[in-house]
């Protein structure tokens, strides 16, 4: 069952698993108890190298050795090196970055560039997509009590197309669109991916109405699908993608990576953050990607995936496995939540969704073979 929070000074917002981490190693947390847990969630698809990475800890600490903080006033290495690193994990032509704190926040401020561009305020986004909670990331987010904060922020709401329907997002475009918004792979719905035909479409439409394709990479992107960005598993670039949960194995950051066209008039003062980018989550995020590409996580995701997409599929009472990499959500004949919970007698985590009856996997990158064995073990025995 889930816990009570210990204090009656935080706010009530958040339903929790029925545990107290004091600690945590690969893909393992430990409770105050002693006990390990399988941790296939990975804190909501954000430990991506695993949980406390010796490697990233290290630079945690030695950069908070010589240096915490300063704000965006001051340059310095590590911002430079990681908008590099990303550059260079990105498809052509994404090659501007922006440092911010939060994918919700990512998310904004690749909003505001489309809008900014084109002059232009209308925004398509999907039916079941999650953005933020920011007062434009909720006017796109799929939901009235989202949609409700947005109103009263007074943010117009976007144009909500069913998601994969060609016909339903050419009918959406028009010359007064400014951007399509949209994840690669949808998280919270599901782990919903999208087809290439959709994907192609999205490009072929705003190309033709000058409108600005926006990939929100925030749950599927930092290697998640097993690509650096989802994007490349569909052979279509956005002009702007959103990263965030992953990147930073944990320490608060966002990004938003841009074609180059898209921000070729900015200036001093047209976006800002103070503490975006800042000297030690840039280290971490240097870090994690080291691990990312020094130990092949991206290839492990993939054969790690295969097995458990191909297992999965035999169990009883799974009817559909959705997703790619390890952003899976397993569609079941009964109520996710129901499986969820039996799932934490046997010490594992998994995340639910908005579809009552999809269970979320998604663990942390380095999830090896023998881990995802225990995971399939542990879901044979609830489901039988």
């Avoid at 929070?5 to 935080?10: E, G, H, K, N, S």
């Avoid at 799974?318 to 046997?346: I, N, S, T």
Wanted: net charge negative; charged share 20%; glycine share 10%.
């Amino acid at each position: 069952m889930l816990i009570e929070a210990p204090t009656d000074t935080l706010l009530p917002v958040y339903a929790t698993f029925p545990l107290r981490a004091v600690a945590g190693h690969g893909s393992w947390l430990v409770d105050d108890e002693g006990n390990e847990w399988l941790d296939a969630y990975g804190g909501h698809a954000v430990a991506s190298s695993g949980h406390s990475h010796p490697d990233v800890v290290a630079a945690i600490a030695e950069q908070a050795a010589k240096l915490i903080f300063y704000s965006t006033a001051v340059p310095h290495a590590g911002r430079e090196q990681l908008a590099d690193t990303l550059v260079r994990l990105s498809p052509e032509p994404l090659g501007k970055v922006f440092f911010c704190n939060s994918g919700a926040e990512a998310n904004e401020n690749q909003l505001n560039l489309a809008r900014r561009r084109t002059g232009r305020t209308t925004v398509v986004t999907m039916l079941g997509g999650w953005h933020g909670r920011t007062a434009a990331t909720l006017a796109c987010t799929d939901g009235e009590r989202y949609e409700a904060g947005a109103r009263r922020a007074g943010v117009p709401l976007s144009r909500k197309v069913r998601f994969n329907d060609i016909a339903a997002l050419e009918q959406a475009m028009d010359d007064t669109v400014a951007a399509i918004l949209l994840e690669p792979v949808q998280g919270f719905s599901g782990a919903r991916a999208a087809t290439p035909e959709f994907l192609q479409s999205a490009r072929a439409l705003c190309d033709r109405h000058g409108a600005k394709l926006l990939f929100d990479e925030v749950q599927c992107g930092v290697g998640r699908t097993g690509a650096f960005t989802a994007a490349e598993h569909f052979g279509v670039t956005p002009d702007a993608i959103a990263m965030a949960k992953g990147l930073a194995a944990g320490l608060p950051i966002g990004a938003v990576i841009v074609v180059p066209s898209l921000v070729d008039d900015i200036k001093v003062g047209d976006l800002g953050s103070t503490f975006g980018g800042g000297p030690v989550p840039c280290a971490a995020a240097l870090a994690n990607i080291g691990v990312i590409e020094r130990e092949d996580l991206l290839a492990n995701v993939r054969q790690v995936s295969a097995q458990l997409v191909a297992a999965a599929s035999q169990l009883p009472h799974v009817v559909q496995v959705h997703g790619r990499g390890f952003l899976l959500g397993l569609e079941l004949d009964r109520p996710a939540a129901d499986v969820q919970r039996g799932l934490w007698a046997h010490r594992v985590l998994t995340g639910t969704s908005t579809d009552p009856r999809t269970l979320r996997l998604l663990p942390p990158l380095s999830l090896a073979e023998s881990e995802a064995d225990l995971l399939l073990q542990a879901l044979r025995a609830v489901l039988m």
